[in-house]
């Protein structure tokens, strides 16, 4: 006797395994990391300790054709970063004088050039922002949301980095 349990399962079984082909077929794949002309990078002007400059040298490591080194002679080329900012502004506050609405900015400068002194990506300004509301009585829940947004605008300004310098032709 079939039961709505086993048609479920029985449908959801039929759509696993055809799903799989048709997903292939249609030429979809996980994006992987960008791949890099240049064997080495070295990246400087960052402040000590700084988040975006982690991520941005673990994701560099993890691709296959490149690695972070520390010394110039190692390098082919250098990442200067001119600006690595995080701003909180208020935006909106109640007639009490509350804080309301918050803006957060992540700003990102940085350029490209070789060990030559060749520029190979002029000084490019990335400024990601989002809004948030704000009370006073979830200050605590709003702190961690503030943080996991920053979070969030620092993997997209990796993101974004990777790609450009995946763009790099020549060097």
Not at 47 to 58: F, G, I, N, T, V
């Amino acid at each position: 006797m079939l039961t709505r349990r086993s048609v479920l399962a029985a449908a959801a079984g039929a759509a696993a395994v055809t799903g799989v082909p048709i997903l292939a077929g249609c030429g979809f794949e996980l994006r992987r990391a960008p791949e890099l002309r240049f064997r080495t990078i070295q990246l400087t002007g960052f402040k000590p300790r700084s988040p975006l400059a982690d991520e941005l040298r673990m994701n560099i490591d993890a691709s296959t054709t490149t690695l972070v080194v520390d010394t110039l002679p190692q390098a082919q080329v250098i990442l200067e970063a001119v600006t690595d900012l995080r701003e909180r502004l208020v935006v909106a506050s109640s007639s009490a004088g509350q804080v309301t609405e918050l803006q957060l900015r992540e700003r990102f400068t940085f350029r490209l050039r070789s060990v030559a002194g060749k520029e190979l990506i002029p000084s490019t300004k990335l400024l990601l922002i989002r809004d948030m509301s704000y009370t006073e009585n979830a200050a605590l829940g709003k702190e961690q949301e503030e943080a996991f947004l920053f979070r969030a605008m620092q993997s997209d300004i990796v993101a974004q980095v990777l790609r450009r310098l995946a763009s790099v032709q020549t060097f």
